[in-house]
């Protein structure tokens, strides 16, 4: 019996093209300089062969490519273009890159938790970020400096498309306007004194902060500057509209425990100590304090100045205040101020929060 020879056929080809020869050939795809600028730029922030060539639309191979000659591309890139080279090779350190990774997705798991969120804290967590990656990474990268300045958090928006809120960055002057005829319409249906309404607010205190500049004699040498302390906490502050009752601020603290209360009574504090890993006011922390604090202060108050058992408690929109607070107390009415007005028509901000700072730290 006649037996056929095996075609013996190498690699993955298709049977079906066995045996015919194309004289056509594969389109070649033209890989600008700026392309392979960006792959290097992004091989120093540390992504990995895959990530690139599937971000940019390359093959992986040329990727490769593009890494193993990066000394002649770098080369050529700066004797065609002499102007504009040092725009196009500037690279981001690996410390850098990999910072703004974690940053943006630490923005997204704050917005997915309803955390609040401002330039601020966004910048102090860079800094924090980038200092722990630098130890992490060695001596290697000790030469790299980052401010976190407000030109880089611009630029950091931009290349990650970070948005912190929904409201516009404009206070709404118009809802603010048409609001204090609402106030009083509510005012005058409960029956409510200035004393029986109250306001709260949330504010960041870097409490271990010392002044950046500082005068030095002129026949005195210069030093070395300190280090700004980055040690920050949250805190509530809040009272009547009258202004004769405070309420007990909440402070909320990194650590339950910190080694400077060791032995102390957290009810002996002039404030009510609460503590969240990222110091924040979180939305059950405030629904505690409400129920546990702020409705008993209330009572309290209002039995001592024989005034009726009900209250009005004015709250801006932060993520934090949970809608649902007028539902959990029968004495104490909920009211929010309209979205994007807080600068305008919060009684806290008019200077109280300002003020209080001010005496704290001098």
Not at 183 to 208: A, M
Request: aromatic residues 6%.
């Amino acid at each position: 019996m006649k037996t056929t020879p095996r075609l013996q056929v190498s690699g993955k080809a298709p049977l079906g093209g066995i045996g015919l020869r194309h004289s056509a050939k594969r389109d070649r795809k033209s890989i600008t300089l700026h392309v392979k600028l960006e792959v290097l730029r992004r091989f120093e922030e540390g992504e990995k062969l895959t990530q690139i060539a599937r971000a940019l639309g390359l093959a992986t191979s040329t990727v490769a490519s593009i890494r193993v000659n990066k000394d002649k591309i770098r080369a050529n890139s700066q004797a065609a273009t002499p102007v504009s080279a040092t725009q196009l090779t500037r690279c981001r350190g690996v410390v850098m890159g990999h910072m703004e990774r974690l940053l943006s997705l630490w923005i997204e798991e704050q917005k997915r938790q309803n955390l609040p969120i401002s330039t601020l804290l966004i910048q102090d967590k860079a800094r924090r970020l980038f200092v722990q990656l630098q130890h992490e990474q060695g001596s290697g990268t000790q030469a790299e400096t980052f401010g976190a300045s407000n030109g880089w958090f611009a630029r950091f928006k931009a290349r990650h498309n970070v948005l912190l809120t929904d409201e516009p960055s404009v206070a709404d002057t118009q809802a603010a306007a048409h609001y204090p005829p609402v106030l009083r319409t509510i005012l005058e249906e409960g029956c409510y004194s200035p004393r029986q309404v109250f306001n709260v607010d949330e504010t960041g205190l870097f409490w271990k902060r010392l002044p950046e500049r500082m005068l030095l004699a002129l026949e005195g040498a210069a030093g070395p500057g300190l280090k700004a302390s980055k040690d920050h906490l949250t805190l509530l502050l809040g009272g009547n509209a009258a202004g004769d009752f405070k309420l007990k601020p909440l402070l909320v603290y990194p650590s339950e425990n910190p080694r400077a209360l060791k032995g102390c009574s957290k009810a002996s504090l002039p404030v009510v100590w609460r503590s969240n890993r990222n110091d924040w006011l979180t939305p059950s922390i405030f629904q505690e304090w409400f129920t546990g604090c702020f409705c008993p202060a209330v009572e309290s108050y209002c039995a001592s100045h024989g005034l009726p058992h009900r209250a009005l408690l004015l709250l801006d929109g932060a993520p934090c205040h949970p809608a649902h607070l007028g539902g959990l107390s029968a004495h104490v009415r909920v009211e929010f101020l309209p979205k994007n007005t807080s600068a305008l028509i919060q009684p806290m901000n008019q200077g109280v929060i300002a003020t209080f700072k001010a005496s704290t730290l001098l």
